[in-house]
C-alpha cells in the first residue's frame, strides 16, 4: 500500500473531522476535494475530474463513491475499505448513485454536510446533486471544514513540506547557471521540473511560471518560449514537491545589470517581505501580514503597481492551483498560528516601463518569529 503517513496521523485526522462535525450537527459529510480525501484517507489520483465523493459518518466510518478506473487506485492508495463504483453509460448520473449510497447507510433524513466549494465538484454535477438530496434531508454547506484542519501541520507534514522545499532549492541552482543572454526558457523549465524529479519530487499541482522579457510581467503561466537577451529579465514561480505537499519560491533574475528601475522595485520588494516576515506571528491575523506588505510598497510610491494579495497557505493540493486558503489580503481576520506553511510573495509589475521585478518564498510559523524554509537570500541577482 503506497501510504506516505503512519495509520495513527490518518487516525488523528479523522478525529479532529469527526470533532468538527460534533460541534456543527452533522450526522455525515460528503467530500468532493481530492486534497480532502487525500490528507484524511491517503487516496491520490486526478480522477477527481469526475464525479467521485467520500463519505464521512459521525461514526467515524467512510465510503468512497468512484468510478471502475479509481478502485485499484482507492485500494492502492489509501486506508479506505469501503469502495463502491458508479458505473459510466449513457446518461448515467452519478448522483443518484450517491443518493442511494446515503439512503443504504441510514442517513435519511439526516443533516448532511457538502463540501461545495471545491474543483472536484463541478458547477454541473453539484445542481445534480442538489436534485437528488432536495427532499432527502437536511443539506449545509461544509465547505471549509476540511480545508481549516488542513491548515494547521503536523510534524510529520512539516517535514515533507520542509524536504519540498529543499527541492525548490536545488531547482533554483540548477536554473540559475542557465540565465545568461542566449539562454533558453525551454532548457531553464527542463533544469527545474528535472530536479524536483530527479530529487524525488512530484507534478506542482499548476505549471512552473516562467516570462521573460515584456513577459516576465505576467503572474500565469502560458505557452510558447524564448531566449534570454544581453540585458533581460526573468520571471520564475516554481515550488518543489513531495508527496504532495509543496513549497513555493518566486524570483525575478536579470541579465547584463540592473537597470535603476530595477533596483528600485527590488528594495521595495525585499523590504515589503521583511515588513511580511515581523507580522507573520501569532496575535497578527492574514490581513494585518497584507497591511504591512501595502504600507511598505505605498511608502515606496509602488501601490498602483503592487497586487491585492501578497500569499496563501500551501500544503498537499492538486491540479488546477497549489494555492491553499486562506491568502493575504485585506480585511482577513484568519488568525496566525504557529505550525502553518505560508507562501509569500512581493509582486511588482510596472507596465509603463515594463520592468518586473518579483521575491518570495515559503515560510513555517512558529510562537515567535516565522522560518524560513529556503537557504536562499534576498539579494537581487545579476548574472
Known amino acids: 500500500m503506497a501510504l506516505h503517513f503512519e495509520r495513527t496521523e490518518f487516525d488523528a485526522r479523522r478525529d479532529r473531522l469527526l470533532i468538527e462535525m460534533t460541534e456543527k450537527k452533522l450526522d455525515a459529510i460528503l467530500l468532493f476535494a481530492q486534497e480532502s480525501m487525500y490528507w484524511l484517507t491517503g487516496y491520490d489520483t486526478f480522477g477527481f475530474c469526475f464525479f467521485q ?5 459521525s461514526d467515524g466510518s467512510m465510503v468512497l463513491l468512484t468510478r471502475s478506473a479509481d478502485l485499484r487506485q482507492a485500494r492502492q492508495t489509501s486506508i479506505i475499505d469501503n469502495i463502491v463504483v458508479w458505473t459510466d453509460r449513457d446518461n448515467a448520473n452519478p448522483a443518484v448513485d450517491l443518493r442511494n449510497l446515503l439512503n443504504d447507510l441510514d442517513l435519511l433524513g439526516c443533516r448532511i454536510g457538502v463540501e461545495y466549494d471545491t474543483h472536484g465538484l463541478t458547477a454541473y454535477n453539484g445542481r445534480r446533486l442538489d436534485e437528488q ?7 449545509v454547506d461544509a465547505s471549509g471544514i476540511v480545508s481549516r484542519l488542513r491548515l494547521f501541520k503536523s510534524p ?15 531547482a533554483f541552482d540548477a536554473a540559475l547557471p542557465l540565465i545568461k543572454a542566449g539562454g533558453d526558457e525551454a532548457d531553464i523549465l527542463a533544469a527545474m521540473q528535472g530536479a524536483v524529479f530527479s530529487g524525488g519530487g512530484d507534478y506542482p499541482a499548476n505549471e512552473f511560471i516562467i516570462g521573460s522579457g515584456a513577459d516576465a510581467l505576467l503572474c500565469r503561466y502560458k505557452a510558447g518560449r524564448r531566449k534570454l537577451t544581453k540585458n533581460d529579465q526573468l520571471t520564475l514561480e516554481w515550488a518543489g514537491v513531495f508527496h504532495h505537499y509543496h513549497a513555493a519560491m518566486m524570483r525575478t533574475v536579470l541579465t547584463g545589470r540592473a537597470s535603476k528601475r530595477h533596483q528600485e522595485l527590488f528594495e521595495a520588494s525585499r523590504d515589503a517581505l521583511l515588513a511580511v516576515e515581523k507580522a507573520m506571528i501569532p496575535g497578527n491575523s492574514f490581513g494585518d501580514v497584507f497591511d504591512a506588505h501595502a504600507k511598505t510598497m505605498e511608502a515606496h510610491g509602488l501601490t498602483r503597481h ?6 496563501y497557505s500551501l500544503g498537499a493540493r492538486f491540479a488546477p492551483s497549489w494555492m491553499d486558503m486562506p491568502m493575504f489580503y485585506q480585511g482577513n481576520p484568519e488568525p496566525i498560528a504557529p505550525n502553518m506553511t505560508l507562501f509569500a510573495h512581493m509582486i511588482i509589475m510596472d507596465s509603463e516601463t515594463e520592468t518586473a521585478m518579483t521575491l518570495g518564498r515559503t515560510y513555517l510559523t512558529t510562537e515567535a518569529q516565522p522560518k524560513p524554509l529556503s537557504r536562499h537570500d534576498l539579494t537581487l541577482i545579476v548574472q
Open 133 to 139: 438530496l432536495a427532499t432527502f434531508g437536511q443539506i
Open 156 to 170: 510529520a507534514e512539516v517535514a515533507k513540506t520542509e524536504k519540498a522545499a529543499e527541492l525548490a532549492d536545488a
Open 306 to 311: 503592487r497586487l491585492n494579495a501578497c500569499g
Open 53 to 57: 465523493c467520500l463519505v464521512v459518518k
